[in-house]
């Protein structure tokens, strides 16, 4: 990590271009991969219809790569002029906090942001092409309006911004973003009927969850966690009704 670091600082915008190329593109294919494995798992099954997947979403998913490459360009950028700061500790406590930090943090964020997109008219307009996924596929995820992926974005740059993490902590949090944006976007359930009332008993968000919040927008903003539904009153009547009978 630390030639990687030493090699971004001493870069031009071309090397640093390059480098986000790789990465983002990595992710976006790992994406992908993961989400053709865990649909042909044995035991799943699906959740709704197949979502078809359409030339429009190949295009839009590109754009959403690029608007990610964009936001880590200005995060390398930020980083060499100074305004944010990189902590040199990387011991294995130290990173797990920063993960769990970053988890919470961010959980929040991405809960008042998702249902901004949801309740403010212009912002609804821009979050409708998503939700035309009435059920999801593999590009779901990646069917984002320009805004809505570099929102995201800066809003990371900003927690980041704010305090010193290491970029150990901050590369395994955002490997944990895509691998849980990804299987919320799954349309299958994968995981065994114990593991799923056990996620749901530590309020976290899984495939049905997020399914739900495909089927009934109104509901289930969460990303990580179903705590801001559960205390902001809107989390989908279906769940509330299976945490009454598992209390």
């Not at 992710?27 to 992908?32: E, P």
């Not at 979502?51 to 200005?74: A, E, K």
């Not at 359930?189 to 089927?215: D, G, I, N």
Request: net charge positive; aromatic share 14%; charged share 15%.
């Amino acid at each position: 990590m630390n030639e990687i670091l030493k090699t971004l600082y001493q870069a031009d915008i071309f090397v640093i271009t390059i480098y986000s190329l790789v990465i983002n593109t990595g992710i976006y294919a790992g994406s992908l991969l993961l989400y053709t494995l865990l649909s042909k798992l044995p035991f799943n099954h699906r959740l709704g219809s197949r979502q078809p997947i359409l030339r429009s979403d190949i295009l839009l998913s590109f754009i959403t790569v690029l608007c990610n490459m964009l936001v880590f360009i200005i995060g390398v950028l930020l980083w060499k002029y100074g305004v944010i700061k990189l902590s040199p500790d990387e011991s294995i406590v130290r990173i797990a906090v920063e993960v769990i930090v970053l988890i919470l943090v961010m959980d929040f964020l991405m809960y008042v942001f998702h249902r901004a997109v949801h309740f403010m008219r212009y912002f609804r307009k821009i979050h409708e092409r998503h939700h035309e996924h009435e059920s999801t596929n593999m590009l779901s995820l990646f069917v984002l309006h320009p805004i809505e992926s570099i929102g995201f974005g800066l809003m990371m740059l900003a927690v980041i911004t704010v305090f010193p993490f290491s970029a150990v902590g901050i590369s395994l949090y955002l490997l944990i973003n895509s691998l849980w944006g990804t299987i919320g976007h799954l349309n299958h359930s994968v995981l065994p009927q114990w593991w799923l009332r056990k996620a749901k008993k530590m309020f976290l968000c899984t495939s049905e969850f997020h399914y739900l919040h495909h089927q009934y927008p109104g509901f289930n903003f969460g990303f990580y966690t179903a705590a801001w539904d559960i205390l902001f009153h809107t989390l989908h009547p279906s769940l509330k009704r299976e945490r009454r009978h598992t209390m």
